[in-house]
């Protein structure tokens, strides 16, 4: 795979957020998608396999699912990605409805030579913003 490949301690726990947010949690705050900010919302096991900018459009389709779902009253959404510069590097997150203002949600990732990485995760909407729980 081209690029670098960050690992899992240098991504902070579940991420890092664009925009000046950090949290020192096991999660990361991110705030909506304006024009070209995004927050960074994949780490752990799927971060660590991706470069900085598969790690962005993981995120993106991320909160594009959990948006999705929520503005479908919790029904289950998906949103898909496909890396621009590592050849066979995909991804997809699916979400669905977990409760008030939190979701579930299903991440995965294809990477070439090292098989589909899987990784659930709950998030919660909090002031319009997604938050890790």
Do not use: H
Not at 6 to 29: D, E, F
Not at 69 to 79: H, L
Not at 85 to 105: I, W
């Amino acid at each position: 795979m081209g690029g670098q490949l960050i690992g899992a301690a240098a991504m902070g726990g579940l991420g890092a957020v664009i925009g000046g947010k950090t949290s020192g949690r096991k999660g990361a705050v991110i705030g909506g998608l304006i024009g070209a900010g995004a927050g960074y919302l994949i780490g752990g096991q799927i971060g660590r396999y991706l470069d900085e900018e598969d790690r962005k459009r993981a995120s993106e389709a991320t909160v594009a699912a959990l948006d999705k779902s929520y503005n479908n009253q919790g029904k289950p959404a998906t949103a898909a990605w496909t890396s621009n510069k590592n050849q066979g590097v995909s991804g997809k997150t699916t979400a669905k409805g977990a409760g008030k203002d939190c979701f579930a949600t299903q991440e995965m990732v294809i990477v070439p030579g090292q098989g589909t990485v899987r990784q659930e995760s709950t998030y919660c909407r909090k002031n319009g913003q997604w938050e890790a729980a």
